[in-house]
Each structure stands twice: as structure tokens, then as C-alpha cells.
């Protein structure tokens, strides 16, 4: 009498209730069985995020101990660098005697919902999760689910599991490398805006831009917004400038094969005419013409390292939160044009401080 109920767990016809809509289109929107009107879906997701919704057969009550699976939502597989890291983590998670679930999210926070609320509901023991600029619905599912999250590649102020590359010094390297070749008039083509990584390599930019005592023009930092094709028509558009720019660095290696192809249709010579550097190495950069001159993440160690962590955390839930950074590789091949000589290193000693200074005040997620 005097104490508080538990709060009831949500069911289907309550969120459809709170949505506005049938049961039946609920259910359409969970399993995906039928194609629903946008602002329909968008309702029914935010009614599932507000009241905590996990499919019955993944609730907790009905859980078996231990289904042996881990459910890994990430954004844009076509992408070679989570290509890679996808197999990374699915070699580790094998060789821990569990199974992978795999989820795309393609980087939007509706279809991030909906992918864990997906594994949730598939019996899970855990999520690893390459967050969206705006994770906090799907989060909210997996906490009420009471299944551990690791976040990877992209950081949160979030009180999970975290696990990343550092961004701001090595793509700050990357500027070094540039304006120690004699560079001015350096672009930029970052990536999706509101994630963490996006902002972090802008600041490594400007960071080592103010470093070499270099402007930065506003119209040479644009948004290829993590896309191949995109990258390709944003290239285009800044070899047009009546003041082109003479070396460009790429935020993601998606983008680099779209800067390149880009370069070569309109007639511009990488590295003759264009030096090229980008963040994130694959696979076959050594055999791409011209060989690419590129910070390199150690993929392998991420996903390895990740699925220690999520492997602890079954073994411990009481276990405090966890932060590891990684550091990226500097690989220097053909795209910069220049010799391995020229580098010229002025990153400052003071990691902490610079990267403090280079990062606007608030940046969005991962």
C-alpha cells in the first residue's frame, strides 16, 4: 500500500494504444512484414522507445540462460573498414563459443530502433553497437531489456562499455604530412554530421591546420556525408573553385573511392595534381592506383579487444564501465605525392590539451 508498484511491462496493444494505431500495424512495424506509412512507423518506434517495448519473446521472464548469441548492429556494411571489422568481431565472438547476430543500422536512429529492439527480441546476451548520431531509444530498449551494450568505434557520455580510435592527433598527422609537402590550400571532406567521429576529425584538422599557421577556408570543409557518391560529386565541386585546393583529406576510405573517381573523371591527376590522404586503410589500398596514403585503425585489435570486453561483462555484470582508446597507424604510400622524408611532425607532446583545444565545446554522438 504504501510502496510503489513495479511498472508493468509494455505490451503490443499498449503501444499501439500510445501510437494511435492497431495492433496489427504494431506488429508490421516490429517484425517487418508489411511496408508502413512512414510518420505510422515513427510513431509506433517512439511509443516503443518511450515505453520500454521488448517483444514477448524476448523478455526477460522468457529468456533462456544463456542463448550463446550476440547481437552486433553496425552502420553501412558496404563500408570496407566495417567489412572488416565485422569479421573481426565475428572471428572473436566464434572463438568464445557464441554466435553473431547481425543488424544494419545504416547510421539512422529509426532503423538503429529497430535493429536492437530485433536482437532484443531474438535472445541476445549482448549488443555491440556502432552508435548513431542519436542512440538513446535504442539504448533505452537493451537497458530495459536489461542486456549490456558495448559501444564501438564511435564515443557516447554514456555509462557503457566503450571502444574506439583515437581521431583528432592522427588526422591532425595527416595535415602534417600535407603541409610539411609544402600544402596551403588543404580541403576536407568529412563525414556524417552529428557523429562523434565526424566532429573529432574536423577538429584533428583544424588542429593541425592552426599547427602550421594555415587558414582555414570554410569552403574547403565540406560534407561528403560518409558516402561514396557523394564524395565523388563534392570533389567535383571543389577541383571547380576558381582556387582549387592541392591536397585533400578524406574522413572515411568509402569516401577516398569516391574523392579519386571523382578526381579522375574530371581530369585531375591524383597525385600529380592532387594529393589525396584519408582516415581509415582497407584491405586493398596497396594495389588501389595510386597506392593510398592513409591513417590506418587496428580493426583487428577493436574487434578482438571488444568482444573481451562484452565476454567480461557476462561474466560480471557488477563490473565499472570501460573507455579504451586506440591509437591509429600512420601509413604512408603514393595518393600525398611525396616522399617519406617530408613528414613534418608538430603534434604537440600535450595529447590531452590539444585535443581539448581542437574540439568544439559539445559534440553530437558517436
Given amino acids: ?46 511509443a516503443i522507445a518511450d515505453r520500454g517495448y521488448v517483444p514477448d519473446n524476448a523478455s526477460r521472464s522468457m529468456r533462456s540462460a ?34 553473431l ?11 538503429e530502433l529497430r535493429a536492437v529492439t530485433e536482437l532484443v527480441a531474438r535472445k541476445v546476451e549482448a549488443v555491440v553497437l556502432a552508435p548513431s548520431a542519436d542512440p538513446s531509444a535504442a539504448l ?5 531489456a536489461d542486456i549490456p551494450v558495448l559501444l564501438i568505434d564511435r564515443f557516447l557520455d554514456a555509462d557503457v562499455d566503450q571502444i574506439a580510435s583515437e581521431s583528432v592527433v592522427p588526422t591532425a598527422e595527416l595535415v602534417d604530412h600535407l603541409a610539411g609537402s609544402g600544402h596551403r590550400r588543404i580541403a576536407m571532406i568529412s563525414g556524417l554530421a552529428g557523429l562523434s567521429t565526424t566532429e573529432e576529425r574536423i577538429a584533428g584538422f583544424r588542429l593541425g591546420m592552426r599547427r602550421h599557421r ?47 573517381r571523382g578526381a579522375g573523371r574530371a581530369g585531375v591527376d591524383v597525385p600529380g595534381d592532387l ?22 585503425q587496428p580493426v583487428q585489435a577493436m574487434g578482438q579487444q571488444a568482444v573481451s570486453m562484452v565476454m567480461s561483462r557476462l561474466r560480471d555484470r557488477s563490473l565499472p564501465a570501460r573507455r579504451v582508446v586506440l591509437r591509429p597507424t600512420f601509413v604512408h604510400r603514393d595518393s600525398c605525392g611525396c616522399h617519406r622524408d617530408s613528414i613534418v611532425a608538430v603534434v604537440p607532446t600535450d595529447v590531452p590539451r590539444a585535443i581539448a583545444d581542437a574540439l568544439p565545446s559539445s559534440t553530437g554522438a558517436a
Fill in 101 to 111: 547476430l547481425l543488424a544494419e543500422t545504416h547510421d539512422d536512429a529509426a532503423e
Fill in 214 to 260: 594555415l587558414r582555414v577556408d570554410p569552403e574547403l570543409v565540406v560534407s561528403g556525408e560518409s558516402d561514396g557518391a557523394r564524395a565523388e560529386i563534392v570533389i567535383r565541386e571543389l577541383l571547380a573553385l576558381p582556387e582549387p585546393p592541392t591536397a585533400v583529406l578524406v574522413g572515411n576510405n568509402q569516401m577516398t573511392i569516391g574523392v579519386i
Fill in 1 to 46: 500500500m504504501g510502496g510503489s508498484r513495479p511498472r508493468r511491462t509494455a505490451s503490443m496493444a499498449d503501444i499501439a494504444r500510445a501510437a494511435g494505431v492497431s495492433v496489427t500495424t504494431v506488429s508490421h512495424v516490429v517484425n517487418k512484414t508489411r511496408p508502413v506509412a512512414i510518420d505510422t512507423e515513427r510513431a509506433v518506434l517512439a
Fill in 140 to 144: 533505452e530498449v537493451a537497458r530495459q
Fill in 275 to 296: 594529393a589525396v590522404v584519408s582516415f581509415d586503410d582497407f584491405e586493398w589500398a596497396d594495389l588501389f592506383h595510386p597506392r593510398l596514403t592513409v591513417v590506418a
Fill in 66 to 99: 544463456g542463448s550463446q548469441t550476440i547481437g552486433l548492429a553496425m552502420s553501412v556494411l558496404s563500408n570496407p573498414y566495417f567489412t572488416e571489422l565485422v569479421s573481426s568481431i565475428e572471428q572473436a565472438v566464434s572463438g568464445a563459443g557464441f554466435s
